[in-house]
């Protein structure tokens, strides 16, 4: 048996290979299919299955891209009720690929139609080797199961019954390859370790340890991260089945002219996708500031609206070409184009700018002594319950969309993230909203407590 784990940073995602001599299925794919078919060339193996633990929230999966470059088929959960072709898959359905055996279990809780897949290699004993428990079962934790409005109470109560009787009876050294890992907002807090053993959970995973039913379901419903708005989207995407890669429209370099003719379309926005300082220095007005430096694709599916089209200000062609990647991930389909020469080409063709001053931690000390300014702490509540600056408003950076009018415009603002990339998302929201007089801190929290403006007490 042959396993190969890949990873996608910031989104935290971990798709497998899996296979024999001459077959292997692929588990939860990504949309950037290329790795898969790399890394089957170059085992000599023939991709012969599609294996999907479930509606993935927090990506678009590239099960439909793969199958039409490999003929494989598709097995998801039967309660996925998905639309295209595809083997439905329900409790205790069995399938093999040479020596190794697939048995599926309904594990809903995170969602309604979860399955974890284990797999028992015939070649070498009876009993199981390997579960994929999808977004189930994590690295010291378990999934989310607040997704769906007004039902988290129901699934966390299933996840319990689905952790306890079936997942947990798997036998301890059977290995857990899960879907997500650290940094993922699929789970509360998930460890950065990318596999583990059933019997290690659970010795050691907080959410097993729970033996209480209703203590369980209490401690995932109350204060879960805030999860992004792309999540409410992906998964139903994912029933349906995306837009094959090959059919979107290929990104195009503008040159500014024909860029500013796009950009006044009302169904077009800009995102710049440069680093903060230099957003700050000088950015086209109204623009979103997504820093590739941050959690780019979460925050994209966060905030941008899914029905309009995208044009990009990048500092190369090929930040722009990984833009568009990365925004597939999340269900932005629509990237048609990006600036041809920068905002130097933007500014050289005589087209008007905007700034945002970036504050040092030394300027942002000396401004918030000024009654008159709002620093503002755009982190989640719980960083923010942690640890913040005496006197700081905290509004989530991403609800600023509808939250902005809880502000005053007319009042100096600061804002403040852990590093700078989020507060300067912020900014160009508050900018969009009317507010001027808009600074952002660069370094965030991080910088100011290193240069000893805030005391260990607060």
Known sequence: MLLKQFFIEKIAHSSYLIGGTTACAIVDPSRDIDCYLKAAEAEGLNITHILETHLHADFVSGHLDLAEQTGAT????????????????????????????????????????????????????????????????????????????????????????????????????????????????????????????????????????????????????????????????????????????RSLAPLRAMKPAEFYERMMNADTIVVSIRNYATFGGQHIPGSYHIDMGGNFSTFAGWVLPPDREILL?????????????????????????????????????????????????SEVYEKIQDSDTVLLDVRSSDEYQERHIPGAVNILAMDLRTRADELDPERPTIAMCRTGHRSSLACSILKQQGFSDVYNAAGGLTGYIAAGFLSKKE
């Open 74 to 245: 598709i097995y998801a959960p039967a309660a996925g009720h998905c639309s295209f072709a595809h083997m439905p898959l329900s409790d205790n359905d069995t399938f093999r690929i040479e020596d190794m055996e697939f048995r599926v279990l309904e594990t809903p809780g995170h969602t309604p139609d979860c399955l974890v897949y284990v797999v028992t290699d015939t070649s070498r004993g009876d009993t199981p080797v390997a579960a994929f428990t999808g977004d189930t079962l994590f690295v010291g934790d378990v999934g989310r199961p607040d997704l769906f409005p007004g039902k988290a109470r129901e699934l966390a109560g299933e996840l319990y019954d689905s952790l306890h009787t079936k997942v947990m009876n798997l036998p301890p050294e059977c290995m857990v390859f899960p879907a997500h890992g650290a940094g993922s907002l699929c789970g509360k807090a998930m460890d950065a370790m990318r596999f583990s053993t059933i019997g290690y959970e659970i010795s050691y995973n907080p959410a097993l340890l729970i033996t209480d039913r209703e203590e369980f379901i209490r401690s995932l419903t109350v204060d879960m991260p805030p999860a992004p708005d792309h999540f409410s989207r992906c998964s139903d995407i994912n029933r349906r089945g995306p837009a094959l890669v």
């Open 313 to 361: 200000v990048t500092d190369s062609p090929e930040q722009a070409r990984e833009a568009a990647v990365q925004l597939r991930r999340v269900g932005l389909d629509r990237t048609i184009g990006y600036l041809k020469g920068g905002t130097h080409a933007w500014v050289s063709a005589g087209y008007t700018t905007d700034h945002i001053h970036q504050l040092s931690p």
